[in-house]
Antibody, heavy 120, light 106 residues
Framework: EVQVVESGGGLVQPGRSLRLSCATS????????LHWVRQVPGKGLEWVSS????????GYGDSVKGRFSISRDNAKRSVYLQMNSLRIEDTAIYYC?????????????WGQGTLVIVSS | IQMTQSPSTLSASVGDRVTITCRAS??????LAWYQQKPGKAPRLLIY???GLERGVPSRFSGSGSGTEFTLTIGSLQPDDFATYYC?????????FGQGTKVEIK
């Protein structure tokens, strides 16, 4: 069974940094692209970042570009989201998710999300 | 690429045929996915690459389109289908979502 479990969320002050982690199991980790997607409760989905199977293709949403950084550790079967210069508008549930392929083509398996609150 | 869904809200009855439209501000070829999300839950992939039915998704769900206009059709709406639906393009970064379409009980 594919499992995707986020951690690292919490309350952080504006301008500070936070690192989200995502641990996975149940599939050949090296073969798949991975994503971070966020959602303000009650609002729509916003794609944050993706990393392809070999880290050869990485992308970011316009609202986080230059502040967030995605990485993966195939040995640890984990993906990370380093979030710097956090803003109040970054407050959301952050989902880690696995694609259905090595290159982003459809987000197939989602975690339950970790809540990030940016507030003073 | 901007993705615009219509309608934003749809009221329908069990058994109705339902169509949701997703329009892209430029061509996304056929790199379009559809998701279903219920309150308090993570999204669920329904359709990939415009018309590919994800494993385990009922056959009443279908997708079509190309270029800039796409549709998700629910052939006969079931009680479990009342949810919010999102499209997402994978043609070029950033992989943008539509704003969502909420399917409500009429």
């Amino acid at each position: 069974e594919v499992q995707v479990v986020e951690s690292g969320g919490g309350l952080v002050q504006p301008g500070r940094s936070l690192r989200l982690s995502c641990a996975t199991s149940g599939f050949v980790f090296d073969d798949y692209a991975l994503h971070w997607v966020r959602q303000v409760p009650g609002k729509g989905l916003e794609w944050v970042s993706s990393i392809s199977w070999n880290s050869g293709s990485i992308g970011y949403g316009d609202s986080v570009k230059g502040r967030f950084s995605i990485s993966r550790d195939n040995a640890k079967r984990s993906v990370y989201l380093q979030m710097n210069s956090l803003r109040i508008e970054d407050t959301a549930i952050y989902y880690c998710a696995r694609d259905r392929a090595g290159w982003p083509r459809g987000i197939q398996h989602w975690g339950q999300g970790t809540l990030v609150i940016v507030s003073s | 690429i901007q993705m615009t869904q219509s309608p934003s809200t749809l009221s329908a009855s069990v058994g109705d045929r339902v169509t949701i439209t997703c329009r892209a501000s430029q061509s996304v070829n056929d790199w379009l996915a559809w998701y279903q999300q219920k309150p308090g839950k993570a999204p669920r992939l329904l359709i990939y690459r415009t018309s590919g039915l994800e494993r385990g998704v009922p056959s009443r769900f279908s997708g079509s389109g190309s270029g800039t206009e796409f549709t998700l059709t629910i052939g006969s709406l079931q009680p479990d289908d009342f949810a919010t639906y999102y499209c997402q393009q994978f043609d070029s970064y950033p992989w943008t979502f539509g704003q969502g379409t909420k399917v409500e009980i009429k």
